[in-house]
């Protein structure tokens, strides 16, 4: 049974259809990765899956906890669904190990003497062991991006969601943050993100996701769709970026 | 018993109503249109290094803004006659506000004055433009449109305020109200009714302010 | 008529002066405690609440103080009460305050990033929870100038609940000055008076805000 289950998802802004009846199943452990175009509707989708966009219509499962257009608590879809943004949205008024305790205290009422345990854990998982009690705006973009992580893997959650966590990065920061994701990747953490970082997901990934015009276009292992792509969308896509 | 409220014990005061509101606009006009001129003035004064004048207008923003109008109104009305200067109720209650919005106003149209970018005013420089021309051309109207909403704000707050102008016997809306409550002892319906003029009298003021916005910046946009 | 000397007139100003502070700070003190409550429910998911709590907010935005000075005076004698002057001025002041902090801090709120309400619900907190974490601790600090600034504005509204006869700093002026007839000089201390309780606050509130606009 697959640990993340999307069936049949609808959503639209206003009159302006995003999500045109998506299908997907992720099993655990599995990398999946979401490409396309500028506004075909990647973000939307993953956004949808932690409940941060109402859905229309569709039904979304994940580790058995099932969700429909008409259910309003989304806590127990949240707590199974890490998310990591683009722009990482750290909390400016927490140091580092304080973004990481925040919700294990608040929302699972974890003691005191573990929180910091805890912090430290995660802190180190992402190198960041030395920059526990420091507050984001003394730390790099990547650095920031590292701490969000760590943030979310703090809840230990069954998927963790990667929205571009690169794209707000300069350059040289990039590697860092990847060389994380990598890790998680490796360590048999189930994952699905956004990224047009096209050599990454043809190394890390087990699962490519076409998306074109809120709908799945194409889909398969990065190898096969790479090096066949079966549709001219996907062809010109994949030759526009070179 | 209950209290009975009893609205119909108004009827028969709505000339004098009327009369009351049309000097509170009277009051607000005249307050606004010279308020903001000196507003102008004012903000122009502090944009300039000149010795006495900044200081100065500095000190008239700062007492007028940390001061009540109730006792900047008494002052003027009750005070000014021990130095000759005798004025009326509606000329006291009229300078009152222009001398307050006057700095309040100051105090807003600098703020938008210093938001203009400084490469501006040094390109209107170049081009040999006199200071008073840079700010009446360059600086002034842009300046003006980012702060509206905020002069407009202040304009309905004086506008308020004047009703402590029935203090001294300036005939406003406070006034009638005062006066007919002392004739039917009807105290709660005359100020509740009064007090619903006054929120009618904001939400117009507010529209109108933000029309005259519109009209006095957007159209601009196309010469 | 009573001889005044100046020290007389100062002294009496004093007195005065005392009521005018703890006026100003009953109601700020218990004004914030009202407006907060005010910006909950403005915030809340519930339309009707927060169409109410605007509704609240436009009617003391949008009418003279005076005015709901008179009808809460008016108000609570119609429930029965003989009304002292201090308790109508310190409710009517209270609600004023809220409704204005209130809208302030609505302000503040609205200008936390989108982003720390979407990282806090993707970390499963509920609204509460958001707020008392992460919302609230960011739009304090935004705050506090803003607040400050306005405590300014609750000295001097205290100025008009001289006319239901309470006698604080204004009151105290005008009966002194028709015991002396010297307007200029009791209006003018008078004046003083509240300058300087008011600038330092004004000066606290600039200040702050130049801090907090260096710091981003
Ligand atoms: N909150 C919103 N309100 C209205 N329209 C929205 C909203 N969010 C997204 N959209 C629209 O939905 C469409 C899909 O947006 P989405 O962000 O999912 O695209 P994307 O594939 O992530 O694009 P990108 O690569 O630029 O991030 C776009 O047309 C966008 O304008
Ligand atoms: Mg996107």
């Known amino acids: 049974m697959p640990l993340v289950d999307l069936i049949g998802i609808h959503k639209s802004f206003g009159t302006n259809p995003v999500l045109r009846g998506i299908d997907l199943s992720v099993h655990e452990g599995q990398v999946v990765a979401l490409i396309g175009r500028s506004g075909s509707g990647k973000s939307t989708l993953l956004r949808t899956i932690n409940g941060l966009e109402h859905i229309d219509d569709g039904v979304i499962s994940v580790d058995g906890e099932k969700i429909d257009a008409r259910d309003t608590d989304l806590r127990a879809l949240r707590l199974k669904v890490g998310m990591v943004f683009q722009q990482f949205n750290l909390f400016p008024h927490l140091t580092a190990a304080e973004n990481v305790m925040l919700a294990p205290k608040v929302v699972k009422k974890a003691p005191q003497a573990e929180l910091r345990a805890l912090a430290v854990e995660m802190l180190e998982k992402v190198g960041l062991g030395d920059r526990l009690d420091h507050y984001p705006d003394q730390l790099s973009g990547g650095q920031q991006q590292r701490v969000a992580i760590a943030r979310s893997l703090a809840m230990r959650p069954r998927v963790l969601l990667c929205d571009e966590v690169t794209s707000a990065l300069d350059p040289e920061l990039v590697a860092e943050v990847l060389a994380v994701v990598r890790k998680l990747a490796d360590d048999g953490m189930t994952l699905i993100m956004v990224t047009h970082e096209m050599r990454f997901a043809r190394e890390v990934c087990d699962q490519l996701v076409f998306m074109h015009q809120g709908r799945i276009h194409e889909s398969g292992p990065p190898e096969q769709v790479f090096s066949a792509p079966q549709t001219e969308e996907l062809r010109q896509f994949l030759g526009g970026i070179g | ?223 | 008529m009573v001889e005044f000397a100046f020290s007389d007139i100062v002294w009496n100003l004093l007195l005065a002066l005392r009521w005018t502070a703890l006026l100003s700070v009953v109601a700020f003190i218990g004004g914030g405690a009202v407006g907060l409550l005010v910006l909950l429910a403005r915030l809340s998911s519930r339309r009707w609440l927060r169409r109410l709590t605007r509704g609240y907010i436009e009617v003391f935005q949008g009418t003279p103080l005076l005015m709901q000075l008179f009808l809460t005076f008016f108000g609570l004698s119609l429930v029965g009460l003989d009304v002292p002057a201090w308790l109508a001025a310190g409710l009517a002041l209270t609600l004023f305050t809220s409704a204005f902090l209130a809208e302030i801090w609505r302000g503040c709120v609205e200008a936390v990033p989108r982003g720390q309400w979407e990282a806090s619900s993707s970390l499963a907190l509920t609204y509460l929870e958001q707020m008392r974490w992460v919302i609230l601790p960011q739009a304090l600090r935004l705050a506090v100038a803003p607040t400050i600034g306005f405590s300014v504005q609750v000295v001097k509204g205290t100025a008009v609940t001289s006319i239901i006869g309470f006698v604080e700093l204004t009151k105290a002026g005008t009966m002194i000055t028709n015991a002396t007839f010297q307007p200029f000089l009791v209006y003018g201390l008078v004046a003083l008076f509240y300058f300087l309780l008011c600038f330092p606050l004004s000066l606290c509130a600039k200040s702050l805000e130049r801090k907090f606009h260096a710091a981003r």
């Not at chain 2, 009750?78 to 105090?107: C, D, H, R, W």
Request: hydrophobic letters at 55%.
């Open chain 2, 1 to 223: 018993m209950a209290y009975q409220f009893d609205f119909s014990s108004l009827s028969g005061y709505g000339d004098l109503l009327a009369k009351g509101a049309g000097l509170t606009v009277s009051l607000t006009v005249v307050g606004g249109l010279a308020g903001v001129a000196i507003g102008i003035a004012g903000a122009w004064a502090r944009s300039r290094p000149v010795p006495v004048l900044a200081p100065v207008v500095a000190a008239y923003v700062e007492v007028i803004r940390n001061t009540p109008f109730l006792v900047q109104l008494f002052f003027l009305f009750f005070g000014l006659p021990a130095l000759g200067i005798k004025l009326g109720e509606f000329q006291a209650a009229a300078l009152a506000m222009v001398v307050n919005l006057g700095a309040y106003s100051t105090e807003i149209i600098r703020a938008g004055v210093q938001s203009i970018p400084r490469g501006q005013i040094e390109a209107a420089m170049s081009l040999a433009m006199t200071p008073l021309q840079i700010f009446r051309h360059v600086v002034l109207i842009p300046a003006l449109k980012k702060i509206w909403p905020a002069l407009s704000s202040q304009v309905v707050i004086v506008m308020l305020g004047s009703s402590v102008c029935s203090q001294i016997a300036a005939e406003e809306l406070t006034f009638a109200a005062n006066f007919i409550q002392s004739r039917n002892f009807r105290a709660f319906e005359v100020y509740f009714v009064v007090t619903a003029l006054y929120l009618a009298l904001s939400i117009l003021l507010r529209w109108l302010l933000s029309r005259l916005g519109q009209a006095l910046f957007e159209r601009r946009r196309h010469g």
